[in-house]
């Protein structure tokens, strides 16, 4: 079975102060991806990222960052000099190749408030 | 290029009744996934489907059912609304079964009164 957990459930900050969203994964397959979407009010999932389960290697885009850990199984979002526009649910996924059942597993979600 | 696209964008149905949803992928895409999102939660995955086919089902009852069309455009049909149908479903298309570049649309929030 495949869960994400993310336990962070609301942050606030203040604009321009540095944020870091923690999501935690859980699978038995050694093949896997994992995601961050952002969800505005308008509803719509914005993609953010894609990480297979081989390639660790942090990345940054632009304020964005992302640290990937295998060994405590976590995939943490970090925005850096957070902008109001930040503001939104950010959702962490995982999805293992299945042959049959294709499904993103998604965490609970984050809500990001940017205080102006 | 136009992204997914779904509608009716809002919807309020009654109890027992039926509904019908409808998403329109991204031109060259084949394969359409259907989730629900719950106020306050993430979304579940319902339905996969690539090339007419059923690829892929979630833990939802028998009166979700879905068919995706030969322009690969899909339908999400739910029978005997319940109150907690009430959600926001989105569809995400990709190009291929096995490609995971998926594409949200805005998602059609129903509410079952």
């Known amino acids: 079975a495949q869960k994400v957990t993310q336990a962070q459930t609301e942050i606030s900050v203040v604009e321009k102060e540095d944020v870091t969203l923690d999501c935690v994964y859980e699978?038995?397959?050694?093949?896997?991806?994992l995601f961050w979407y952002k969800q505005p009010p308008s509803g719509e999932l914005v993609f953010l990222i894609r990480r297979n389960s081989f390639d660790e290697q942090n990345e940054i885009s632009g304020r964005y960052s992302w640290n990937f850990q295998k060994s405590t199984s976590s995939f943490n979002f970090t925005i850096t000099a957070s902008q109001v526009v930040d503001s939104a649910v950010y959702f962490c996924a995982l999805v293992s190749p299945n042959f049959g059942n294709e499904k993103l597993t998604f965490g609970t979600g984050t809500r990001l408030t940017i205080i102006p | 290029d136009a992204g997914v696209t779904q509608s009716p964008t809002h919807l309020i149905k009654t109890r027992g009744q039926h509904v019908t949803l409808r998403c329109s992928p991204i031109s060259g895409h084949k394969s359409v996934s259907w989730y629900q999102q719950v106020l306050g939660q993430g979304p579940q995955f319902i339905f996969q489907y690539y090339e007419k086919e059923e690829r892929g089902r979630g833990n939802f009852p028998d009166r979700f059912s879905a068919r995706q069309f030969p322009n690969y455009s899909s339908e999400l049909n739910v029978n005997a609304l319940l109150l907690g149908d009430s959600a926001l479903y989105l569809c995400?298309?990709?190009?291929?079964?096995?490609?995971?570049?998926?594409?949200f649309g805005s998602g059609t929030r129903l509410t079952v009164v």
């Open positions: 995400a298309s990709s190009k291929d079964w096995l490609d995971y570049g998926y594409t």
């Open positions: 699978t038995r397959d050694t093949t896997y991806y």
